[in-house]
């Protein structure tokens, strides 16, 4: 059965006091949102709020519900698609999401708005939960190192920037359809938090690869399954509906999950404002970040002509695009994600400076032998030269040391059910980005290690080196997928 994981949801009661989900359901039969005799929307049996369960046992292939296209709330279905399409150019922005946005807005704030039943299953905007509400110190103390204030940081930047270049002229130039209430940021903002976390994308066709993507856009019912990596049902896109289907058998009383795609926990906190429990997310990641890396590098020069040397060997991995200030090479479960980036970021920081010169003055990159010639699997990486495994090591020291938190203590959370009760949303979920049960890695115990309680271990180079870390965390599955690679 698929692992849970959940953002939470807060009830919007109806105007009479009562649920809103009869009202909504209602309104599914009215606009024509057919769903299966065999599921429901419900709060029981669902991992937290709203979500779908199976009524009936459901085979592989069934469809669970059917969405006309015309029940979509988007920029080409909202009251005032003709005044966005009359202002497509002066609406163009980097996240390309502000027609969508200001659709919301509008539709949001109307009080005869075709989408107010849909609305009133959303989360209440004032108790969203994703990282860009928590306060600074929160971000500090809960998810530092974890990339995930920084992402936030920028987020915010940009969303700034966006409302005041774009959204706020357009909102003053249009008083007479936006009301007063719509001029604030800090609305715009839970509005995107919504867009980040419940929109869809429809894919482009293969011969529209070279097309701008698609907009997104609200789902109504689609958006109230939860995700897990192992899910059990997928969205699909048709000219005049779009249709949940089963992925895989589902029986009765089971809840029915959607994918919000490949993604990290560091990532589905980021997006979304929840984790899914270890070992559920079976894409999850450990990611090193590139600068750490070069600082890694810096760190083992002795003089200024190395230092001097390192920085030219960076600025030539730059030049190939195989590296940048915002970028992290990431390692699966199974397989180095970014092999490619990383392989040829081991070979020239590591290789003699009279090969790197050599490799500077030639056009592109020769066929290797050796250690060079592998590819970079978790796998094969014990079999690389010492130095690259060197460089790695020292550059998973380093993301240790990011941490605000520490191996024992959050291992004795995980493991003391009373102490972990007591925990908030944000706690909980930061300790499952951070702080994952370690199994089946490839580490030498160091002290008797109780199940997810283990104080010390040893990270193995796979030559007789080896490295310990005593009461550091990794986040996500960073210790799981590092340790067993190298």
């Not at 709330?73 to 003709?82: E, F, H, N, P, V």
């Not at 987020?155 to 209430?181: C, G, K, R, W």
């Not at 590591?350 to 010639?373: H, T």
């Amino acid at each position: 059965m698929a692992t849970a994981a959940k953002r939470p949801r807060v009830e919007r009661l109806s105007q009479g006091g009562n649920s809103p989900l009869p009202d909504f359901l209602n309104w599914c039969r009215r606009v024509g949102l057919e769903l299966s005799s065999k599921v429901s929307v419900t709060r029981e049996g669902t991992v937290a709020g709203y979500g779908m369960v199976a009524l009936e046992d459901v085979q592989r292939g069934e469809l669970l519900f059917v969405v006309p296209r015309a029940v979509l709330l988007s920029q080409k279905t909202t009251a005032i698609r003709d005044l966005l399409e009359k202002e497509h150019g002066a609406l163009q922005s980097q996240s390309g999401w502000v027609p969508l946005l200001l659709a919301l807005l509008y539709e949001y704030l109307a009080e005869d708005s075709p989408w107010s039943c849909y609305f009133s299953l959303w989360p209440d905007l004032g108790s969203l939960q994703h990282p860009m509400f928590w306060s600074e110190g929160e971000l500090r103390q809960l998810l530092q190192g974890t990339g995930v204030p920084e992402a936030v940081q920028r987020d915010l930047a940009n969303i700034s920037q966006e409302y005041d270049a774009i959204v706020q002229p357009f909102l003053e130039a249009h008083p007479e359809i936006f009301p007063p209430q719509a001029r604030s940021l800090e609305l715009y903002r839970r509005l995107v938090a919504m867009v980040m976390a419940y929109s869809f994308q429809e894919p482009l066709e293969e011969e529209e690869d070279e097309k701008e993507p698609n907009p997104p856009m609200m789902v109504p019912a689609a958006d109230i399954l939860n995700h897990v990596a192992n899910h059990n049902a997928n969205l699909e896109y048709s000219p005049e509906y779009l249709r949940m289907v089963a992925t895989q058998p589902i029986l009765k009383g089971q809840e029915i999950f959607n994918t919000y795609g490949q993604m990290a926990n560091w990532q589905l906190v980021h997006m979304y404002g929840f984790a899914e429990p270890y070992p559920g997310n079976t894409d999850d990641t450990a990611d090193i970040q590139m600068v750490t890396v070069r600082a890694a590098a810096l760190q083992g020069t002795t003089t200024e002509e190395e230092r001097c040397l390192m920085c030219e060997r960076w600025d030539f991995l730059c030049q190939l695009e195989m590296v940048g200030e915002e970028g992290a090479f990431v390692i699966g479960r199974e397989e180095v994600l970014t092999e490619e980036e990383l392989s040829a970021t081991l070979k020239v920081l590591c290789m003699p400076a009279k090969e790197f010169r050599e490799l500077k003055e030639q056009d592109g990159w020769e066929e290797d032998d050796g250690d060079d010639s592998i590819t970079l699997t978790n796998k094969t990486i014990p079999k690389l030269k010492a130095s690259w495994k060197t460089l790695l090591r020292a550059s998973i020291l380093l993301t240790l040391q990011a941490y605000a938190t520490d191996l024992k203590s959050e291992q004795e959370l995980l493991s003391n059910k009373e102490a972990g009760a007591k925990l908030s949303w944000r706690e909980e979920q930061a300790l499952q980005v951070h702080s994952q049960v370690l199994e089946d890695v490839h580490v030498r115990r160091v002290s008797d290690g109780a199940h997810g309680r283990r104080a010390a271990f040893v990270v193995d180079m796979g030559d007789g080196l080896s490295t310990d870390v005593e009461h550091q965390c990794i986040y996500q599955l960073d210790v799981v997928a590092i340790a067993r690679f190298i």
